[in-house]
């Protein structure tokens, strides 16, 4: 098992390298849905990603973008504009498999089209303690309260002490505000920092992060031997994003990440099986 900086508390997680399916098998089917990560568990992903949005009445749904327009059909006004400005009933008139096929017409099937949105109540309620799960908060700033409707989920399902002793649930984001208002909640919660692809500012940055996470996610193009040498040194875990390619999978890989996410857990797999 892997250690963790002491301020992120004893949590720890199964050693890796991890396969972290990027939002599902997001390369193959319809990215965020049950099929993708449906397929991501039968390709041997070890992290299921989900990205959260908070709906108008205060509900944590699971999609990428801040807006619908760009993955979502239906009818205008509730399936376009920010999810922030829809209500769950209008969310669940959305269809977010179209336009996969639409964009992917050599991997289009008839029945991703009519696959929703699910809140992360759904994907808890579906996937249980079977998986594990690696949840972004998206934009948190915007949406007062995310953490808290997290950590309450959590709770509910059962799976905070899964995510502290066991590393079931990592939480992920962008916002160091966001992970350190988690972190004063329950400071034996697993997080993990995003960070972009300048690598001199991944190594600055590194101090700050060891206060409240237990790993980093940077950019893959910011990922350097000294990058990673840099994060180790202060028992940061590095989980680079979003890694499609085997050959920079194994560049990635020879450097000693500790996992990264990508569109095609099964490429990955591969590669891990043959390691
Ligand atoms: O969470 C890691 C990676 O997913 C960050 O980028 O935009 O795909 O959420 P994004
Ligand atoms: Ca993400």
Redesign the pocket.
């Known amino acids: 098992m892997t250690l963790l900086p002491a301020a992120a508390g004893p949590s720890s997680v199964p050693d890796g390298p991890h396969n972290i399916a990027?939002?599902g098998a997001s390369g193959h089917a319809p990215e965020h849905t049950f099929l993708a990560w449906d397929l991501a568990r039968s390709m041997g992903a070890d992290y299921l990603?989900q990205?959260l949005q908070m709906t108008a009445d205060g509900v944590l749904v699971v999609l990428?973008d801040a807006t619908l327009d760009r993955t979502a059909r239906g009818p205008a006004g509730s399936c376009s504009g920010p999810v922030r400005e829809r209500t769950l009933e209008e969310i669940r008139r959305c269809e977010v498999g179209s336009w996969f096929n639409e964009r992917s017409p050599d991997r289009a099937r008839s029945d991703y089209v009519g696959a929703r949105i699910p809140t992360l109540d759904e994907v808890f309620e579906r996937y249980g303690a079977d998986v594990r799960y690696y949840i972004?908060t998206?934009q948190p700033d915007e949406a007062p309260g995310m953490e808290e409707a997290l950590l309450e989920l959590m709770d509910r399902h059962g799976l905070t002490r899964a995510a502290e002793h066991e590393g079931r649930v990592l939480i992920?984001s962008f916002s160091p505000a966001s992970l350190r208002l988690i972190h004063e909640r329950n400071p034996r919660l697993p997080l993990i920092q995003?960070l972009g692809s300048d690598s001199a500012e991944v190594i600055s940055s590194l101090d700050g992060v060891t206060e409240y996470a237990m790993g980093i996610?940077p950019s893959a193009s910011a990922v350097t031997a000294e990058v990673v040498a840099a994060a180790k040194a202060r028992g940061l875990l590095v989980h680079p994003?979003?890694v499609n390619e085997p050959a920079e999978m194994e560049t990635l890989l020879e450097l000693g990440v500790d996992g990264m996410?990508t569109d095609y857990p099964d490429r990955l797999a591969s590669l891990l099986e043959g390691r």
Request: charged share 40%; aromatic share 16%.
């Open positions: 990027h939002r990603e990205d990428h972004e998206k992920q995003l996610g994003y979003t996410f």
